[in-house]
C-alpha cells in the first residue's frame, strides 16, 4: 500500500465524534488492523449548555479495536469493538462492561487517484452498531445501550503532495428511545518531508434529534439531547513494515448534557 495513504488511513482513527469510515479504502485483499485507547476525566459537565461543577471526579477510559478488509477496489468491510471503564466519584461502583459493537461496508464511487477529473475520492459507508449490554441509567455510563444503523457520505481530496482535506457526514439511528443524530467532521491532513510522519487538525460535533436534557429522571439518561463540537489535533507515524502508530487530543469547544473534557486517545495499527 502507498505510504501516504497508509498514514492517511491511521490518521482518521474512529472514536468519540471521530469519523465512521474513511474514502479511502484499503487496496484489493488488503487488511489493517488496529487498537486505541481513549481517556478524559473532569468534574465540569454540560448541564443543557451549562458547563457546571459536579463536585466530584467523572473519567472514562474505553479500549477500542477495530479492523478493515479491501475485498476489491471498490469494496471494504470493517468491525470494532471494545472494553470501557468509567467512574464517577459519588457512585459506589465503577462502570466497566464491553463498549458497542459495530459492522461496516463501504463503496468507494470515485477515486481521485484513478480518474483524472479533479473530483475528490467520494465513498458511503453503511454501518449496523449492537448496543452493549451495559447500565444506562447513571451519569458516568459507558454508552446509550441502543443499536441502530449508521450512513455516511465520506469525501476526501489530495491538493498536493503535503496536504489532504477530508469530511464525513453520517445520520445514526438508534432504538430503545435514543435520538437519532447527525455527526460531521472536517479535517486536513499534512504530510511532512518524512513521507511517514503526519499531521491532522479538524473540527468535529454531533446533533442529537431530542428535547430533553439532564434532570428529567434517571431512564432519560440516553435520550436526552446530547451536543458537542470538537477541536481535533492529531500525529501519526507509520513504518515501512505496515505499522503505523499516532496520538490525538480533542478539545472540546460546546457541549450539551455531555462531560466537559478534552479526550487524549493514542492508537496503533497495521496494514498488510
Same mark, same amino acid.
Given at each position: 500500500?502507498?505510504?501516504?495513504?497508509?498514514?492517511?488511513?491511521?490518521?482518521?482513527?474512529?472514536?468519540?465524534?471521530?469519523?465512521?469510515?474513511?474514502?479511502?479504502?484499503?487496496?484489493?485483499?488488503?487488511?489493517?488492523?488496529?487498537?486505541?485507547?481513549?481517556?478524559?476525566?473532569?468534574?465540569?459537565?454540560?448541564?443543557?449548555?451549562?458547563?457546571?461543577?459536579?463536585?466530584?471526579?467523572?473519567?472514562?477510559?474505553?479500549?477500542?479495536?477495530?479492523?478493515?478488509?479491501?475485498?476489491?477496489?471498490?469494496?471494504?468491510?470493517?468491525?470494532?469493538?471494545?472494553?470501557?471503564?468509567?467512574?464517577?466519584?459519588?457512585?459506589?461502583?465503577?462502570?466497566?462492561?464491553?463498549?458497542?459493537?459495530?459492522?461496516?461496508?463501504?463503496?468507494?464511487?470515485?477515486?481521485?487517484?484513478?480518474?483524472?477529473?479533479?473530483?475528490?475520492?467520494?465513498?458511503?459507508?453503511?454501518?449496523?452498531?449492537?448496543?452493549?449490554?451495559?447500565?444506562?441509567?447513571?451519569?458516568?455510563? &459507558?454508552?446509550?445501550?441502543?443499536? @441502530? $444503523? +449508521?450512513?455516511? !457520505?465520506?469525501? =476526501?481530496? %489530495?491538493?498536493? *503532495?503535503?496536504? /489532504?482535506?477530508?469530511?464525513?457526514?453520517?445520520?445514526?439511528?438508534?432504538?430503545?428511545?435514543?435520538?437519532?443524530?447527525?455527526?460531521?467532521?472536517?479535517?486536513?491532513?499534512?504530510?511532512?518531508?518524512?513521507?511517514?510522519?503526519?499531521?491532522?487538525?479538524?473540527?468535529?460535533?454531533?446533533?442529537?434529534?431530542?428535547?430533553?436534557?439532564?434532570?428529567?429522571?434517571?431512564?432519560?439518561?440516553?435520550?436526552?439531547?446530547?451536543?458537542?463540537?470538537?477541536? &481535533?489535533?492529531?500525529?501519526?507515524? @507509520? $513504518? +515501512?513494515?505496515? !505499522?503505523?502508530? =499516532?496520538? %490525538?487530543?480533542? *478539545?472540546?469547544? /460546546?457541549?450539551?448534557?455531555?462531560?466537559?473534557?478534552?479526550?487524549?486517545?493514542?492508537?496503533?495499527?497495521?496494514?498488510?
Amino acid at each position: 500500500m502507498n505510504k501516504r495513504i497508509l498514514v492517511l488511513l491511521f490518521l482518521i482513527n474512529p472514536s468519540l465524534v471521530y469519523a465512521e469510515g474513511s474514502p479511502w479504502l484499503p487496496g484489493d485483499g488488503a487488511t489493517s488492523i488496529g487498537a486505541s485507547i481513549t481517556s478524559g476525566s473532569t468534574e465540569d459537565f454540560f448541564i443543557g449548555e451549562t458547563s457546571t461543577n459536579l463536585g466530584a471526579d467523572l473519567s472514562g477510559t474505553f479500549v477500542w479495536l477495530n479492523a478493515s478488509y479491501g475485498y476489491d477496489d471498490i469494496w471494504a468491510f470493517d468491525a470494532s469493538t471494545g472494553y470501557a471503564r468509567s467512574e464517577f466519584e459519588t457512585n459506589q461502583e465503577e462502570q466497566s462492561d464491553l463498549a458497542d459493537t459495530s459492522f461496516g461496508v463501504s463503496y468507494q464511487f470515485i477515486n481521485e487517484f484513478e480518474a483524472d477529473n479533479g473530483l475528490p475520492t467520494i465513498s458511503a459507508r453503511l454501518g449496523y452498531t449492537l448496543g452493549g449490554d451495559y447500565e444506562t441509567a447513571q451519569i458516568d455510563a &459507558i454508552g446509550d445501550g441502543a443499536s @441502530g $444503523f +449508521d450512513l455516511s !457520505v465520506l469525501l =476526501g481530496k %489530495s491538493l498536493n *503532495a503535503d496536504f /489532504s482535506i477530508y469530511s464525513d457526514l453520517t445520520y445514526r439511528q438508534r432504538d430503545s428511545g435514543v435520538p437519532d443524530a447527525v455527526k460531521f467532521l472536517l479535517s486536513g491532513s499534512y504530510v511532512s518531508p518524512i513521507p511517514q510522519l503526519g499531521f491532522q487538525l479538524g473540527l468535529a460535533g454531533i446533533r442529537s434529534d431530542s428535547d430533553l436534557d439532564f434532570g428529567g429522571g434517571v431512564g432519560e439518561f440516553s435520550q436526552v439531547d446530547k451536543d458537542s463540537d470538537w477541536l &481535533i489535533t492529531g500525529v501519526n507515524y @507509520g $513504518f +515501512d513494515n505496515g !505499522v503505523g502508530i =499516532g496520538f %490525538s487530543y480533542s *478539545a472540546i469547544l /460546546s457541549g450539551k448534557n455531555v462531560p466537559d473534557s478534552d479526550i487524549a486517545s493514542f492508537n496503533i495499527g497495521y496494514s498488510f
